[in-house]
């Protein structure tokens, strides 16, 4: 199958001193295979974040090649890696950085402004995300008028409403309880059949790891296990 991300030996040291620095990835390579729903695991400090930064287009690694979609993106210019990172991808937080001030509605559509599409098309097309992850009757919102788990539901319409290719997640059930988890989990597990978005997720949740279709563990900066469900 075509891969829609391919890592080739990435590394990244981060510098916070004269001989004070971290060996954040050592050497990682990993090719994910369009439409497939993996979650990264390991102990804290292992690179996680640090990988999925890099193949987000948030940071640049040391050396190491980037590829998305068959075009290599580590040595892309800045302008165009922010029109590839609105456009084709998406990305769920564990706090879920909803903007407090604006509506459900707003801070969704907001994605859609900023990925050029005129402002009545990105407010239906909003509308329509938050449908789809259940809160067509809460668009009028506030974060503050939410709960926990729909704050994350907004949060992953917002990641879904341009139709990306990739979305990223770090932790995205990590402030969450069991059941929301569960439900946020399914709800993304239903995009991701639905939709054939590839779905990348970072978590220390056993049933996260279980709800997908393949598990790679970092240690140090590496990879050191990667197995299918
Ligand atoms: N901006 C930074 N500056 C300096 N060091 C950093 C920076 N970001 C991460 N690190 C270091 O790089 C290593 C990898 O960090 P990373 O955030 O990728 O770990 P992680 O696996 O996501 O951990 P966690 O599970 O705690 O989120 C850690 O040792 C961390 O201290
Ligand atoms: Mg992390």
């Not at 005129?118 to 919102?141: F, M, N, P, T």
């Amino acid at each position: 199958m075509e891969s829609i991300i391919k890592a080739v030996d990435l590394k990244k040291r981060y510098t916070l001193g004269k001989d004070n620095f971290v060996d954040a990835l050592r050497g990682t390579s990993l090719e994910v295979p369009k439409g497939e729903m993996t979650a990264i695991m390991g102990p804290s400090g292992s690179g996680k974040s640090t990988l999925m930064h890099l193949l987000g287009t948030l940071d640049r690694p040391d050396s190491g090649e980037v590829w998305l979609s068959g075009r290599r993106i580590d040595q892309m210019k800045s302008g165009d890696l922010t029109t590839v990172r609105s456009e084709e991808l998406g990305f769920i937080f564990q706090g879920f950085n909803l903007i407090p001030t604006l509506t459900a509605l707003e801070n969704v559509s907001l994605a859609g402004e900023y990925a050029g599409t005129g402002r009545g098309k990105a407010k239906d097309a909003a509308r329509g995300a938050l449908e789809r992850v259940g809160l067509g009757d809460r668009i009028a919102h506030r974060p503050s008028e939410l709960s926990g788990g729909q704050q994350q539901r907004v949060a992953i319409a917002r990641a879904i409403v341009n139709e990306p290719h990739v979305v990223f997640g770090d932790e995205p059930t990590g402030d969450l309880d069991t059941a929301t988890s569960d439900e946020i989990m399914t709800m993304m597990r239903e995009i991701n059949k639905s939709s054939g978005t590839t779905f990348l997720l970072v978590s220390h949740n056993p049933e996260v790891a279980e709800a997908c279709d393949r598990v790679v563990h970092m240690r140090d900066g590496l990879i050191v296990d990667d197995v299918k469900n």
